[in-house]
């Protein structure tokens, strides 16, 4: 994704993290607690291939977590961080609105 000159990281990061239909509803999904690969796919009706993707990128922008369960084949739980995610947030409506 091109980043326009001027604009932060930070507004080039949530464009990238918002501006996919599949990472929002990940991010919705996750918002109401935490979820293994397997139930996040399920709920989103979507193969977990399709879902790997995505998820690796959401978690190399931090707004998603992984705790690694006890467990034979090392079960993942992804959890929001919404810490990252309101960060984001802020940074592309002050980007949007720099009058507010």
Same mark, same amino acid.
Not at 51 to 64: N, P, T, W
Not at 66 to 76: D, I, Q, Y
């Given at each position: 994704?091109?980043? =326009? +000159? ?7 990061? %949530? ?9 929002? %509803? =990940? ?8 979820? &293994?690969? %397997? ?7 979507? &193969? ?20 690694? #369960? ?17 960060? #984001?947030?802020? /940074? #592309?409506? /002050?980007?949007?609105? +720099?009058?507010?």
């Amino acid at each position: 994704m091109m980043k =326009i +000159p001027g604009q932060s990281e930070e507004v080039h990061a %949530a464009v990238q993290v918002l501006g996919n239909t599949l990472r929002v %509803a =990940i991010l919705s999904h996750l918002s109401t607690g935490p979820a &293994t690969r %397997a139930a996040i796919s399920d709920a989103l009706g979507v &193969t977990e291939q399709s879902l790997s993707r995505q998820m690796a990128f959401l978690e190399d922008k931090g707004v998603v977590g992984t705790n690694v #369960l006890p467990g034979r084949g090392r079960p993942t739980l992804h959890h929001l961080q919404s810490a990252r995610l309101n960060q #984001l947030e802020r /940074a #592309l409506v /002050a980007y949007l609105h +720099p009058s507010s």
